[in-house]
């Protein structure tokens, strides 16, 4: 899973987060409620989490509380793989 989490965090700091953005983000820093992912990022990670591990995640499970952090993200995927 630690794989996992490294590749959902590299991708919300290079998609989310500007150069000059001083943030640090891990695992466990709030995303939406911190404004870092707003409902239209939610979008399109959503989108790269399905087509990464060949998911498909229910709109009614992507609520902002599982995808409010890494480790939430991680543990939704992990519900729907295999």
């Known amino acids: 899973m630690d794989e ?3 590749a959902v965090l590299e991708y919300i700091v290079d998609e989310y987060l500007d150069e ?3 943030d640090e983000v891990s695992f466990d820093s709030p995303l939406i409620s911190s404004g870092i992912v707003d409902s239209f990022s939610m979008v399109s990670l ?3 989490l399905e087509n990464k591990y060949s ?8 609520t902002p509380e599982a ?3 890494v480790n ?3 543990i939704l ?3 729907h793989l295999g």
């Open 4 to 6: 996992m989490k490294d």
């Open 20 to 22: 000059d953005d001083d």
């Open 46 to 48: 959503k989108r790269f």
């Open 55 to 62: 998911i498909k995640l229910p709109d009614e499970e992507a």
């Open 67 to 69: 995808f409010d952090t």
């Open 72 to 74: 939430s993200i991680c």
């Open 77 to 79: 995927v992990n519900k």
